[in-house]
């Protein structure tokens, strides 16, 4: 089992009931995605059911994200989330909420759906159905929010960063822990697909919210704001605190090729959804040797950086957002164009998970094993968080020679990272 691998995010479908203004997948695929012509490109089920037992070859304790498109607008949806539950897999729906209804709701959870993600880019309606195209689409994922939550599943309020919502992005934390939540996340939008035709936030503003995102983060109630696609929080976290428990958690790092991809409709692999480039397709290799031996995904996982993101004494806490580079230029290796810092030419900050990341340098370190108590209870933390509270753990006991990991050792790590409210009692 590879436990290198986290996070899976699937595009299952390319069908969707909105035309939003940021989506990631060229205008070209999105002209009639409800045609036969293009749902014939996606996998079908048994294809679909097959990638699902691949991936558990790799790791059958991943987080499989279930997205579109809309998901809900595939009718295997339920079949497919429940053999993948089945195989002990994390399963997540990626949803606008249009579709939620009560018994939506509860059929997700039946079929082994841990929790779902919505997405709501304003707090102003008139505003989120302008960025989605339909009317009454921010009525329709407010409800799915507070349906969900009702019907015990975990729920994670989404919100893609652009000038049209920038300003908004406070007011939308706010929004987020009044609907009781347990993450929020604001995507910042990399220009490509549909998002090309967007005017970006510029670096200055990118860097002035990250800023007030930590400041808010330090004063969490209960909910936790988790940035993505925004390596360069990081490095923002360790201006402000060296000693931040955010960074021991690993907030904000980039994780493409190395502890997540993206499977598109029609089986291709990325290294992420902003990443044109293609690992491999489940078509025509498993996945598993797509995952383990491809050159793209080996590049990310020894980057050989370019440019002031190379001489950066960030560079193994941050590393820059590859996806940027990649937009900018055609290289990933290149400077990431949104990062205002300038490099002092200091010594390499490292990671303060570097040592636990790296067990020889831990002499005597082993692999500590889960109690039943213990697995019960992480199975507990809110699925959004869980990997991130569960690594940690694990680099806790790893740095401190625990051979198991009990309840009493979990509470040691909570305290240590100051975890209590993300990981629970």
Same mark, same amino acid.
């Given at each position: 089992?590879?436990?290198?691998?986290?996070?899976?995010?699937?595009?299952?479908?390319?069908?969707?009931?909105?035309?939003?203004?940021?989506?990631?997948?060229?205008?070209?695929?999105?002209?009639?995605?409800?045609?036969?012509?293009?749902?014939?490109?996606?996998?079908?089920?048994?294809?679909?059911?097959?990638?699902?037992?691949?991936?558990?070859?790799?790791?059958? $304790?991943?987080? /499989?994200? !279930?997205? %579109?498109?809309?998901?809900?607008? &595939?009718?295997?949806?339920?079949?497919?989330? =429940?053999? @993948?539950?089945?195989?002990?897999?994390?399963?997540?729906?990626?949803?606008?909420?249009?579709?939620?209804?009560?018994?939506?709701?509860?059929?997700?959870?039946?079929?082994?759906?841990?929790?779902?993600?919505?997405?709501?880019?304003?707090?102003?309606?008139?505003?989120?159905?302008?960025?989605?195209?339909?009317?009454?689409?921010?009525?329709?994922?407010?409800?799915?929010?507070?349906?969900?939550?009702?019907?015990?599943?975990?729920?994670?309020?989404?919100?893609?960063?652009?000038?049209?919502?920038?300003?908004?992005?406070?007011?939308?934390?706010?929004?987020?822990?009044?609907?009781?939540?347990?993450?929020?996340?604001?995507?910042?939008?990399?220009?490509?697909?549909?998002?090309?035709?967007?005017?970006?936030?510029?670096?200055?503003?990118? $860097?002035?919210? /990250?800023? !007030?995102? %930590?400041?808010?983060?330090?004063? &969490?109630?209960?909910?936790?704001?988790?940035? =993505?696609? @925004?390596?360069?929080?990081?490095?923002?976290?360790?201006?402000?605190?060296?000693?931040?428990?955010?960074?021991?958690?690993?907030?904000?790092?980039?994780?493409?090729?190395?502890?997540?991809?993206?499977?598109?409709?029609?089986?291709?692999?990325?290294?992420?959804?902003?990443?044109?480039?293609?690992?491999?397709?489940?078509?025509?290799?498993?996945?598993?040797?797509?995952?383990?031996?491809?050159?793209?995904?080996?590049?990310?996982?020894?980057?050989?950086?370019?440019?002031?993101?190379?001489?950066?004494?960030?560079?193994?806490?941050?590393?820059?957002?590859?996806?940027?580079?990649?937009?900018?230029?055609?290289?990933?290796?290149?400077?990431?164009?949104?990062?205002?810092?300038?490099?002092?030419?200091?010594?390499?900050?490292?990671?303060?998970?570097?040592?636990?990341?790296?067990?020889?340098?831990?002499?005597?370190?082993?692999?500590?094993?889960?109690?039943?108590?213990?697995? @019960?209870?992480?199975?507990?933390?809110?699925?959004?968080?869980?990997?991130?509270?569960?690594?940690?753990?694990?680099?806790?006991?790893?740095?401190?020679?625990?051979?198991?990991?009990?309840?009493?050792?979990?509470?040691?790590?909570?305290?240590?990272?100051?975890?209590?409210?993300?990981?629970?009692?």
């Amino acid at each position: 089992m590879d436990n290198n691998l986290k996070i899976i995010s699937w595009n299952i479908t390319r069908k969707c009931n909105l035309q939003c203004a940021h989506c990631y997948l060229p205008a070209a695929f999105r002209s009639d995605v409800s045609s036969d012509t293009n749902r014939s490109c996606e996998l079908n089920t048994q294809e679909s059911l097959g990638l699902i037992d691949q991936i558990a070859r790799v790791n059958e $304790e991943v987080m /499989l994200i !279930l997205s %579109g498109g809309e998901p809900l607008l &595939r009718s295997d949806i339920y079949e497919l989330s =429940r053999h @993948a539950a089945g195989r002990g897999m994390m399963v997540v729906l990626g949803t606008n909420g249009y579709f939620i209804e009560p018994e939506v709701a509860l059929k997700l959870k039946e079929n082994g759906v841990s929790g779902v993600s919505v997405s709501l880019d304003s707090i102003k309606a008139d505003v989120h159905d302008g960025i989605r195209q339909k009317q009454g689409s921010w009525d329709k994922a407010v409800r799915a929010i507070e349906i969900c939550k009702s019907t015990g599943l975990s729920v994670q309020m989404n919100a893609v960063v652009t000038k049209g919502n920038y300003d908004e992005i406070p007011d939308l934390i706010k929004f987020a822990r009044h609907l009781g939540v347990r993450v929020f996340s604001p995507f910042f939008l990399v220009c490509t697909g549909k998002g090309e035709e967007l005017t970006d936030i510029t670096p200055d503003q990118y $860097e002035e919210l /990250l800023s !007030l995102i %930590g400041e808010l983060q330090d004063k &969490r109630t209960g909910m936790m704001i988790r940035t =993505r696609c @925004a390596p360069t929080f990081r490095r923002i976290l360790h201006q402000r605190n060296p000693d931040s428990n955010l960074l021991k958690l690993d907030a904000g790092k980039c994780m493409a090729g190395i502890h997540y991809c993206r499977i598109t409709p029609e089986g291709r692999v990325t290294s992420c959804p902003y990443m044109q480039g293609t690992a491999g397709n489940v078509k025509q290799e498993p996945f598993h040797k797509i995952w383990q031996t491809s050159p793209e995904f080996a590049l990310l996982r020894n980057p050989s950086l370019k440019g002031k993101c190379n001489a950066c004494e960030y560079r193994l806490l941050c590393g820059g957002c590859r996806a940027r580079a990649y937009a900018a230029s055609g290289n990933m290796m290149d400077e990431d164009p949104w990062c205002v810092h300038r490099p002092k030419g200091n010594v390499v900050i490292e990671p303060p998970a570097f040592k636990s990341l790296n067990r020889e340098k831990v002499p005597g370190a082993i692999d500590p094993v889960w109690s039943r108590e213990a697995e @019960a209870r992480i199975k507990k933390v809110p699925f959004f968080v869980r990997s991130m509270v569960k690594g940690a753990i694990e680099r806790y006991a790893v740095n401190n020679h625990y051979s198991e990991i009990t309840p009493e050792i979990m509470q040691m790590a909570r305290q240590n990272y100051g975890m209590e409210k993300m990981a629970g009692k």
